[in-house]
């Protein structure tokens, strides 16, 4: 019979989950109301590009503190 292992919980992530998941959600929204918007659809584009990247790097950057703790 396999032994399973146990997981250890850690405030510390919790907590960057927490603030991922406020990030996604305000990065949500923002996508929304750009799309809704009376913009013009070159600038509507430049913006979503810019929250994809940024939404990327904050991934990326999660991942790799996630990894070290």
Same mark, same amino acid.
């Given at each position: *019979? #396999?032994? &399973?292992?146990?997981?250890?919980?850690?405030?510390?992530?919790?907590?960057? !989950? *927490?603030? *991922?998941?406020?990030? !996604?959600k305000m =990065?949500?929204?923002?996508?929304?109301?750009?799309?809704?918007?009376?913009? &013009?659809?070159?600038?509507? #584009? !430049?913006? =979503?590009?810019? =929250?994809?990247? #940024?939404?990327?790097?904050?991934?990326?950057? #999660?991942?790799?503190?996630?990894?070290?703790?």
């Amino acid at each position: *019979m #396999a032994k &399973h292992k146990s997981v250890k919980t850690n405030k510390t992530i919790t907590k960057l !989950e *927490m603030c *991922m998941f406020y990030i !996604e959600k305000m =990065l949500q929204r923002l996508w929304k109301s750009i799309l809704t918007s009376n913009l &013009h659809p070159k600038d509507k #584009a !430049e913006i =979503l590009r810019l =929250l994809i990247f #940024a939404f990327t790097v904050i991934s990326i950057i #999660a991942l790799f503190v996630l990894n070290r703790l």
